[in-house]
């Protein structure tokens, strides 16, 4: 539970107050609308049988961390031909959102030197997502996403060179030059890469860049509590949290939860599923209506609702228009196959921008 007393807040320089696209925060423009840290992992979607999950001793319907041995023994048992790939994790499916709504964003990350590897940055660069992609001589990080007769999803991930990356491939001046530095709660597991998470959301406080947080995953916060408190209190502007992670992390139910993430922040967002999401801000709490569809996967909203909410504040929307279009482009990844967005949604959510 956050049980410390917050620390002092400065207002929430000009966000929100221009409703026209392509405001500046602080008043200057930046090079990057947001630059998300994160692990680069190559998505392989593949459709297999009840039996391929058995035996190679999965947990259907789960996410598994396997090791770099395990993951290569999946990919070899896969026909590549039928193998569709995506340019996946947390940051990154949240930096697509960005660019298919028209904005600017910097990818930094590692890879690895093999073909997994060079797939990841081709597809990275064909989406047009400036990245900063890093590569050593590791596996490249990988999820396997095992698709079965029923639908149901299987994912057997390994981080592989996502583990390396180190403060010393922070280019501190894409961070001066971005408005919203976003980092993906997973970054917290591996030590190397907490320490250059930390290393750049120290430089972003220093220069007067927003730093955003998706805390990722109810299990991150057991396993990294008094770090993610920390972080929250003395580096983070925007926090983006499920209603579970809001629970493990405050003890409390979606409203309440929110209210208290919202001391040590300028922005708190609990998602709330098909119910939509709770926002507070310095002008009280937004309840923003989620979008109605065909639910067929729910794998990736959430970062897209992270993207989208993050497009909208760097460009001078309101929290409330902001949550809106977020809200419309967690829909569209619910109602496809896919985790990620794969088409421009500029002109689509012209209508929410007018409302």
Known sequence: ???????????????????????????????????????????????VSEDFIVKNGLTKSKMHLVSSE????????????????????????SLVAVCRLGGNPLFLGMTGNDLNGNTYRNLIKKIGILSDLKSCDEIQGTSVIMVTPDTERTMATNLG???????????????????????????????????????????AKRNNVLVSIDLADRALIERHRDKINMIIKDYADIIFANEDEAEKLTGKKPIEAVMEIKKFCKIAIVKIGKKGSLIMDKDGLH?????KVDAINTTGAGDAYAGG???????????????????????????????????????????????
């Open 70 to 93: 395990q993951s290569k023994k999946i990919l070899s048992m896969l026909d590549e031909r039928f193998v569709k790939n995506y340019p996946g994790g947390s940051a990154a499916n």
């Open 161 to 203: 060179a996502g583990m390396n990356l180190t403060k010393e491939h922070i280019n501190l001046d894409d961070i001066s030059n971005s408005k919203i530095l976003h980092i993906e709660g997973y970054q917290l597991d591996g030590e190397k890469q907490r320490e250059a998470v930390l290393h750049a959301m120290e430089h």
């Open 1 to 47: 539970m956050l049980n410390s007393k917050p620390t002092e807040l400065t207002p929430f320089a000009t966000v929100g107050e221009s409703p026209s696209p392509g405001a500046f925060l602080f008043g200057v423009e930046m090079k990057y609308d947001v630059m998300g840290i994160g692990y680069p992992l190559l998505d392989k979607v593949a459709k």
């Open 287 to 291: 309840r923003i209506n989620g979008f």
């Open 309 to 355: 909410f993050l497009y909208g504040i760097s460009h001078g929307f309101d929290v409330k228009t902001s949550g809106k279009i977020a809200s419309y482009v967690a829909a569209q990844v619910v109602a496809s196959h896919d985790s990620m967005i794969n088409r421009s949604l500029k002109e689509e959510i012209k209508n929410i921008i007018k409302e």
